[in-house]
């Protein structure tokens, strides 16, 4: 569907928030909390962007978008290429970072840009009276992104923590203590941020199913063993050579296959294809470990084969 940019507000010298409003003036499809859309850009690609405003609303979509250094094409073009006025396509909200309906109290922690879906978590659990603590950390204090919402809705649960700030360090063990059933911890951010605050709260005793989390971006899949493999197409007779250098998905579209794909990262779930035979090589972060184990789908965009000959259905 197609959207016009309403307002577009600078929160920190790299991140940027659009305001998107339907073009034909009608409300929005309702999103949950933790939803994001897929933003079609005008250079082509596909990109993943958690809404942040409240889900009661339905007259907008709020997104917050890092201009990121190391941009592969998509925050590089809404950054450079779209004003206030324009037109963007988009799609439905869909929700991989659901709250989860038995969290009775919730401790929320965000890092930089992370803090698009957990704003959005804030409000809701606010709105449900649902007790929690939101934990952003941020490398300065100019670069803390929607400073005067959390400042105004979460005065009482908002705790910023500033690199090289010692009066605003975040003692862990304190924050995980009583890691109770009825607590849940939801957590956003660079990958290594992530990783920290898991590891901390398995260490504090933490259960995995109180720990949720959600990729902006992924670790890299290519490895230095990286092999070739035979894919079959089920039903066509057709084999392709996936060489050490390429993907699956990049094989597929030069032979003419028709393959959706979005994030290109194992984030999204676009691509998963069902596995016919042979083991995949699973790289994602989108699958559960019980859905990987079943190796009866794989993310053609970064999964490999760990057999020599894999066939898959389109």
Known sequence: MDVIINKIHQLTPSIRAFELVSSSGSALPRFEAGSHIDVHLKNGLTRQYSLSNCSSENNRYVIGVLHDE??????????????????????????????????????????????????????????????????????????????????????????????????????????????DVIKHLYVCGPTGFMQFVMQSAETAGWQPEQLHQEHFVAQQSKQENDEAFTLEIAGTGKRIEIHAE?????????????????????????????????????????????ERALNNQFTPCCSRAKSKHLVIEL
């Open 70 to 179: 190391n941009s592969r094409g998509g925050s590089r073009c809404i950054h450079n290429d779209y004003q206030e006025g324009d037109v963007l396509s988009i799609g439905q909200p869909r929700n991989l970072f659901v709250l989860h309906r038995n969290t009775k109290k919730a401790v929320l922690f965000a890092g930089g840009i992370g803090i698009t879906p957990i704003l959005s978590m804030a409000y809701r659990l606010k709105a449900q009276n649902i007790p929690f603590e939101l934990h952003y950390f941020v490398r300065s204090h100019e670069m803390i992104a929607f400073y005067g919402n959390l400042t105004q809705h979460f005065a009482e649960q908002i705790h910023f923590h500033i690199q090289n700030r010692v009066d605003t360090e975040c003692n862990m063990a304190n924050v995980l203590q009583q890691p």
């Open 246 to 290: 390429q993907t699956v998905t990049q094989a597929l579209l030069e032979h003419g296959f028709d393959v959706p794909v979005s994030c290109e990262q194992g984030i999204c779930g676009t691509c998963i294809t069902r596995v016919v035979s042979g083991v995949p090589d699973h790289r994602d972060v989108f699958m559960t470990d019980e």
